[in-house]
């Protein structure tokens, strides 16, 4: 199997798309086979950088899908326009790398849920700090048990001012804003070295007090964005419950008079642990002295290596027939938990969530 060269189709030529493309490049074993945008030239322009031949470029993914016939696609389509591509690839056999979020609604994610399970196919969401050396060495830790119990912890994600524009303020294109696109790494984040718990409950507060504010056209790296045009919130707030007992606070903004929101932790029976920098902290009684463990042969990295790694970690599950190198049942209740947010902001109360897998109950 390692000589096999695999299929692999990309849709969407945005940022992420052209990012897909650059790490499938350095991979010998992988062929780009095809590349679809909606955008009139817009595929054309990046394949064309790519040095990807013009003939593998289209405009529609399902007549890419069928004529190429790819291994695998990529799905880097903005939030709103995940689910189509991602079930019609799956529905055809395809293996799936898809951009994070699973998908910006609860309903996409539990129809992509269900296409998935009717299939023997890998759907991986493509979260790269899964990848990072630190976050790979917290999950060891975390895996021998030395925390004992996780019964709380908080996921942060703060820009001080940081809202991108574009298609990432409008909500028929993003769907949500911040929490879908930058909380949504530390909650998945967590709820991976919490061993994915169950979330029961919801309470949280969401707004956009700063981007409203805001006078005039702001140029960033999304495009442009103007107050009148903002439609997502610029920040949320949340306390999860989960079945097990245990909790978690969600902080997430892309905009806040804050230089720091705080640290990701977590809290458990026998140690606790913090990420950025990761450290372990262990009282040996309380009262008497603590101690704080710092790894020290970590390597300090660019995100550009957990990028690379989380593409290779794809295409060699594809080449090897492994399973998903992200367990897509764990991404699917940090869509259970967004969904919350959402309602219970709305609500103005706590409000019950349903992580069931009544429907994604079909795989082993
Ligand atoms: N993992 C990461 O670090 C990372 C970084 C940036 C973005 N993302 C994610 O990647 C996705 C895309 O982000 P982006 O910055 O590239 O956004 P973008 O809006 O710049 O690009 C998305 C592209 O998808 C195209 N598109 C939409 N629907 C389509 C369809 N049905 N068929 C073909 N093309 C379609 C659009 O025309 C657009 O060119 C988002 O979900 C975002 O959250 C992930």
């Known amino acids: ?61 399902r007549q890419m899908i069928d004529r190429v016939v790819p291994d695998a696609v990529s799905v880097c389509t903005f939030n709103m326009g995940h689910r189509e591509p991602t079930i019609y690839a799956l529905e055809a056999g395809k293996h799936v790398l898809l951009e994070k979020p699973m998908a910006a609604t609860l309903d996409d994610a539990a129809a992509i849920m269900r296409a998935w399970e009717k299939t023997d196919r890998i759907l991986m969401v493509a979260f790269q700090p899964d990848f990072s050396a630190e976050n790979l060495a917290a999950k060891q830790i975390v895996d021998t048990g030395m925390l004992g119990d996780i019964y709380y912890s908080e996921a942060v994600t703060h820009r001080r001012f940081g809202i991108p524009g574009g298609n990432f303020v409008k909500k028929a294109t993003a769907g949500f804003g911040t929490l879908v696109d930058t909380g949504v790494y530390a909650i998945h984040n967590n709820l991976w070295l919490m061993g994915d718990p169950k979330p029961i409950a919801v309470s949280a507060i969401t707004g956009n007090p700063l981007a409203k504010a805001y006078k005039g056209i702001r140029q960033t790296f999304g ?121 219970s902001a709305a609500e103005k109360r706590e409000v019950a969530v349903n992580a069931s897998y009544a429907l994604v109950g079909a795989r082993a």
């Open 1 to 61: 199997m390692a000589d096999k060269k695999i299929r692999i189709a990309v849709v969407g030529a945005g940022w992420a798309g052209q990012a897909h493309v650059k790490f499938y490049k350095d991979l010998p074993f992988v062929e780009i086979v095809g590349w679809a945008d909606v955008a009139p030239g817009k595929a054309a322009t990046a394949a064309a950088s790519a040095g990807i031949p013009a003939d593998r470029v289209f405009t529609d993914f």
């Open 223 to 343: 495009g442009p964005w103007s107050a009148e045009e903002f439609e997502v919130e610029e920040f949320a707030f949340a306390f999860v419950r989960f079945e097990n007992g245990a909790a978690m606070i969600v902080k997430s903004t892309w905009a806040a008079h804050a230089d720091s929101i705080g640290r990701t932790f977590f809290l458990g029976t026998k140690a606790g642990l913090a990420l950025d920098p990761l450290e372990v902290f262990q009282n040996q009684s309380v009262g008497e002295f603590n101690m704080t463990m710092t790894p020290k042969n970590i390597a300090k990295e660019e995100s550009s290596a957990a990028w690379g790694l989380k593409m290779r970690r794809f295409a060699e599950a594809v080449r090897d027939g492994l399973p998903s190198p992200i367990d897509p049942r764990g991404v699917y209740l940090v869509n259970v938990i967004m969904d919350g947010v959402i309602r």
